[in-house]
Each structure stands twice: as structure tokens, then as C-alpha cells.
């Protein structure tokens, strides 16, 4: 059974009163729609609590939910729209990402201390240069790569045409590339 598929078993039974079917939509994407927020508030306190309001809406409109798309972009979009409602109401600041450090690893191989150096710095460039994106294009570029949404996707997600999602795609791509040659 597809994830979608299954998504929508759970659904139509919170739907009908399970109150624990919610649950299990919640242990299922809790962490992906964390991982998003936080990528847009830059404290993990806040990134937390928004993604409890973030489902706490999305169990209380449930009923609007449309099964003809996937249930994540859904959520994504909920989630999305609560952070953006978060920081109307502070002054936008910049996000800090932690390293990955798993993304410094390859299977089976030992990678020379001065590489790993090389890559955690490259990588450190990387996201100070999305943390220092007007949100627009910031938003679209962890949507992008780092959820893996594809363009119809994404468009839901910020509720603006596919189009737009382009367009503002390919003018943050120019931007990150602007702002990493100059760091070079």
C-alpha cells in the first residue's frame, strides 16, 4: 500500500472520530514538517511550537483536505503559511542550520580529515548563503531541495502559480550562485 493510499485510511478514520488515527498522521510527518519549519524560524524552540499549531490546524481542517493531491504538500502548506504568520509578526531573521554531519560520510570509504574539512566549510557557505535569501526565495529553495517538492508541488505549498515557482526558483538559484562566488 502506497503512502498516499495509507494516508487516506487514516484520514477517513479520524474523520469518523479515531482520535488516535491523527496521531499516527502526526508520528508519521512530525519530523519533515519540523525540519521545514525550522528551516524557516530560526529558533528550534519556536520551530517546535509552530509545528504543534501547524497540525493542531491541519487535524481542525481536516475536512477540507482534498485527497486529489498528496497529503505532505498539504501539510507543507499549512505548515508554511504558520511560519510565515510567525514571522509577520517578528522581524524576519536568518536561519541557522546546524551540520549535517552524516553528509560528510560515504559508505565504505574513509574520507581524509582535510576533505571533511573542506566539505563542512563549503557546506557552512551553503547555508549562510540561504540564510542571508529574502524569504521568498529561501522558502523555494528548501522546498526545492531540501523536501524534494516538485514544481506543481511547490506551488501549492505557497499557493501561487507554477509559473511563479519558476521563475522565483531560478532567480534564487542566481542569487545563491551570486552570493557563493563572491564568499570563493
Not at 5 to 14: A, F, K, P, Q, T
Not at 27 to 50: G, H, M
Not at 62 to 69: I, K, R
Not at 114 to 120: F, G, L, R, T, V
Request: a negative charge.
Amino acid at each position: 500500500m502506497t503512502k498516499s493510499v495509507d494516508d487516506l485510511l487514516w484520514i477517513r478514520r479520524c474523520l469518523s472520530g479515531d482520535q488516535e488515527a491523527f496521531g499516527t498522521l502526526l508520528d508519521r510527518y512530525k519530523n519533515q514538517i519540523f525540519t521545514l519549519i525550522l528551516r524557516i524560524v530560526p529558533n528550534p524552540s519556536d520551530a517546535e511550537d509552530l509545528a504543534q499549531d501547524a497540525f493542531l490546524k491541519a487535524f481542525r481542517k481536516l475536512e477540507f483536505y482534498d485527497p486529489a493531491y498528496p497529503f505532505i504538500t498539504w501539510l507543507f502548506k499549512i505548515a508554511h503559511n504558520t511560519a510565515l504568520d510567525f514571522l509577520k509578526t517578528r522581524s524576519p531573521a536568518l536561519i541557522s542550520i546546524e551540520d549535517d554531519e552524516s553528509a560528510l560520510q560515504i559508505e565504505g570509504a574513509e574520507i581524509p580529515a582535510e576533505e571533511k574539512i573542506d566539505s563542512a566549510l563549503r557546506a557552512e557557505q551553503v547555508e549562510k548563503a540561504l540564510a542571508s535569501l529574502p524569504p521568498l526565495y529561501r522558502e523555494i529553495l528548501i522546498l526545492r531541495h531540501h523536501e524534494g517538492l516538485d514544481y506543481d508541488g511547490m506551488a501549492q505549498v505557497l499557493q501561487i502559480p507554477e509559473g511563479t515557482v519558476k521563475i522565483r526558483l531560478f532567480r534564487a538559484r542566481n542569487l545563491m550562485r551570486e552570493k557563493l562566488s563572491n564568499w570563493a
